[in-house]
């Protein structure tokens, strides 16, 4: 009974990934003005005037994407406890998995409060206090990039050595995954440009390196409540 | 579909590195696009810029990566047959080989500097610097791996698991020279019409 409720938990945690993106496209993209953001050679009366004119908007967009950050964690958590059945307990590669989702959360929740500064009182900040807040905020979620990488890989490396003549996570999608921490290294160029492909708001560094994180957490989430089903008749035929 | 004919069709390596190798392939058919692009856009600065490049070190750069690659394809071929000396013997001498790619593009890279050409300095250094260095950091993994796979033929026994391995491996690599062959002619040989 203990176990069966354990693995309830499991999947509701596992959700939590899916809730996650939601929430992150629509609150803090679409009501931040970050999906895309601006690109860094508008002027900073462009940005300072879309706080001043929507602050409510970008206020409630990251009030909503902080408190939602720690769902990513917790996603990566249950993401661990299926690759505890693959690689063991006391496995490092479970922990740097672990603690790759958990710090993913601090470099959303930093920036977000940034934003909310910006919006918090637009009108008493001159223009260029808010340009500088909306940039440090951008340089801080992209740069943060390694962060995550370390999540992907280790639970690539992680995954990739199931014994099992079916894996519990396709191999496929740790390659992937790993392709895509690998990928985010990209990040580095994004604060030598303001206009062109490898800017925060171009199709290398936001469209492409945005686009192939958000498809890998459904995706990741999909496999792991099919390893987690897996798992759980395992355990009941004993 | 017999037996024999799904034998045949086998992908050599672990068929999940191939979602790496096209998921990079798609990456870099980008770049391609990218550059394509801005070329179209305004030719005479491409090719102006293009001519300050050395087609000579870009055709070195190719024949070191592509013989790099033959002694790879012999060192998977040696692990085929379970020659552990021809496996070990032939990648060291893919990645002595290899190694002479890194040197000649940290030369380049430290002549452009040298004449402050940066990836600053126009749109199609942008481009040359990023896509080059972007393909140069995959060159380096590639050394790595190309070092875990000798260490592994010299205490592993050469039986299907390291096979898959060294297939694997060499995947990669061959993956490095193609997009080179790509990189090279569109960057330094491509004429302005």
Known sequence: VHEQKEYGIWRFCAWMGPLFAAVFIYFWGWLGHNFPPFQPDVPASDVAAYFRGNANSVRLGMVMAMTFAPCYGVWGYSIAKVLERVVGKDSILVQLARVGAAWTVITVLIPTSFWLTAAFRPEALPDWQIQMLYDMAWLLIDLAYAVTSVQMFAMGVGFLRDKRAVPLFPKWLSWYGIWVGFMFIAECIMPFFRSGAFARSGILNFWIEFLIWLVWIPTVTFYVLKATRRLEAEDAAG | ?193
């Open chain 2, 1 to 193: 579909v017999t037996q024999a004919a799904v034998k045949a069709a086998r992908l050599p390596g672990d068929p999940g590195v191939w979602i790496f190798i096209i998921a990079d392939c798609c990456a870099f058919a980008l770049f391609f696009l990218l550059f394509t692009i801005g070329r179209i856009g305004n030719p005479d600065l491409y090719e102006r810029s293009r001519l300050l490049l050395d087609p000579t070190t870009g055709l070195l750069n190719t024949l070191i990566l592509l013989t790099s690659s033959w002694f790879m394809v012999r060192a998977v071929e040696g692990a085929r047959a379970g020659e552990r000396s021809a496996v070990t013997r032939n990648l060291a001498l893919s990645m002595a080989v290899g190694a002479g790619f890194g040197v000649s593009k940290i030369f380049e890279y430290s002549h452009k500097i040298g004449l402050g050409i940066t990836m600053l300095t126009n749109e199609f250094f942008t481009y040359y610097f990023i896509f080059t260095g972007i393909h140069f950091l995959h060159f380096l993994i590639g050394l790595a791996v190309l070092a875990v796979c000798l260490a592994k033929a010299r205490q592993d026994p050469l039986d299907a698991r390291y096979v898959t391995w060294i297939e694997a491996s060499g995947c990669y690599w061959h993956m490095v020279d193609l997009l080179w062959i790509m990189l090279f002619p569109m960057l330094y040989l491509l004429r302005a019409v």
